[in-house]
Structure formats: C-alpha cells, structure tokens
C-alpha cells in the first residue's frame, strides 16, 4: 500500500470511528437493545392515561372497586390498574397494602379470611372486591384493558388470574397487562407459565435501580412498557426508551399542567385519578393536583 492511500485509509478509518462513538454518546444503549417491542403496545394506541387502583376522582385512593371501575370507564378511561393481594384462606382479591383500617379490618390482609374481606366496605361506604368479580365484569368490557399490580407472588398470582379468566368468550386474558418488578422476576417467561400475555409493564416503584439495571433487564426479558414515579427519573430516561421503541409511564399524576410537561418531555403516558382522554381534553374540568 503507497503512503498516500495509506493516509487516506487512516482518514476514512478516523471518521468511522468519529461517528460510531458520537452514536453511542448519544444514544448509550442502542448498541445493546436492537428492537425491544416487535409491535406497538396496543392497549395505548388509543389512550395514554391509566386509572391508578380503581380509583377515579370523588373516589378514596387505593380502593380497588367494582363502582371505581364503572366510574372511571363512564369518565372515558379505557385502561385500568388494580392491585392484587391474596387472603389467609387463597383467594385473589383486590386490595392495596395498608388499606385495612380504610375496609375495617382487624388484622393484614394475608391474615384475613376471604368471608370478612368480602363483608367489609371502604368507609363504610364502599364494597370491597374479588378478582373474580372484577374478571367478571371486565369481560364486558371488550375495549377495556386491565394492568395489574402483582405486588406478592408473581408466578402464583398470573396463574390465578389465568385459571378465573378461563371460560369468557371475549377472551379478557389478551387484553390483562401484568405489571412486573425486575428483581422479582428474572426470568419473565417462566414466571408467566403457560399462558404467555402479549403486553408486559416492567415498573421500578419498588426495585428503583439505576437507569444502567433498568436497560440490562430491557436487554434479556421483552417488555412492552417501563413505569416509575413521578420525579424519579431524568428527562434523558424516558427519551432513551423513545429511542428503543418501549413507552414510559409516569404515577400519580392529576394535573393538567403535569401531563402536558411529561407529554413535552418524551414520556409516553401516565397513571391518573381524574386525567382520562376524555377530561384531558377539557382540562377547565380537571381539578388541581400533581
């Protein structure tokens, strides 16, 4: 090789290489996740706004009931999170950890026997609810979708799930989201059993973890969302996983303000109490809040 296309070799090589580390500065994980989400998550194409625990505005957070969920569906959401727990006695019921003084109970929810859980009301006021009925009712519901929050045994709760979605013919396990914790589950599609759920939520509520852990767990399990709270995570994490094709989600916000900030900001969608579609479009209806 003479000494001139030796040079121009070495210049060719330098841009390349120029080029390839301004890519990864700019872009940190693209080189270990090529395509996450082999198609749109569809239970948002229409909606970004999840009614957080059942519970709509007017409504005490965290109840998880059957009139929340009518509620919110009249109000104009279409996605819908509840939070499962299991009773003494193994049944999968919807409840909130620390909600207990709320429904009147004497004691922790997996130390209460169905038949109390499912005599008490929230405040007196407002009846509690089983998975079963909540199923039930969901299946009427063919536009409807359902994200659960799987806070005790993941395996055991989605195969619960999957044995009393059985016998619907509207199908409603296509259209459930289970929501899962990255250090929980580290092997996702053993955890699932034998039904194997189109959409998966990752959430980093409780596990946190650096936004490095978050992109490794991307790296080996296909997750269809990433969810966290509000505020605990930069700007630059959700536009990474814009770049990546994978929607995030942000909880609790109600304020109009909030939303449009987050919206602005690459995130995808939120966890609400009285943002739906509907009310997000007429924000002069929103009451002030996060």
Do not use: W
Request: glycine content about 6%.
């Amino acid at each position: 090789m003479s000494y001139k296309n030796a040079r121009l070799f070495l210049l060719v090589f330098l841009i390349i290489f120029c080029l390839l580390f301004n890519y990864r500065l700019r872009h940190p994980y693209g080189s270990r996740i090529s395509k996450v989400l082999e198609q749109p998550l569809q239970p948002f194409d229409k909606s970004k706004f999840i009614l957080h625990a059942l519970s709509p505005e007017g409504f005490e957070p965290y109840t998880n009931s059957l009139k929340g969920f009518e509620a919110g569906y009249s109000l104009g959401f279409r996605v819908f999170e509840v939070d499962l727990e299991f009773t003494r006695d193994d049944r999968l019921v919807c409840f909130h950890q620390g909600m207990e003084k709320s429904l009147g109970l004497s004691a922790a929810i997996d130390q209460t026997d169905f038949r109390e859980f499912n005599q008490k009301k929230y405040s007196g006021r407002l009846s509690s609810l089983s998975a079963k009925d909540l199923i039930f009712e969901f299946s009427k519901h063919p536009d409807a979708f359902l994200v659960l929050d799987t806070k005790g045994d993941f395996g055991r709760m989605i195969q619960r799930i999957v044995k009393l979605s059985q016998g619907y013919s509207a199908k409603p396990l296509n259209r459930i989201v289970p929501q899962i914790y990255g250090d929980g589950v580290k092997n996702l599609e053993e955890a699932m059993g034998s039904f194997k759920f189109p959409y998966v939520i990752y959430t980093l509520y409780r596990s946190g973890g650096s936004e490095k852990r978050v992109f490794d767990y991307l790296k080996v399990n296909r997750v269809s969302a990433v969810t966290y709270p509000f505020g605990s995570k930069s700007e630059e994490f959700a536009k990474e996983l814009s770049k990546l094709g994978v929607p995030s989600f942000v909880h609790p916000v109600n304020s109009f303000e909030t939303a449009e900030d987050l919206f602005n900001s690459s995130v995808f969608g939120i966890y609400s109490s009285n943002l739906s579609a509907k009310s997000y479009s007429n924000p002069k209806q929103i009451s002030l809040g996060r």
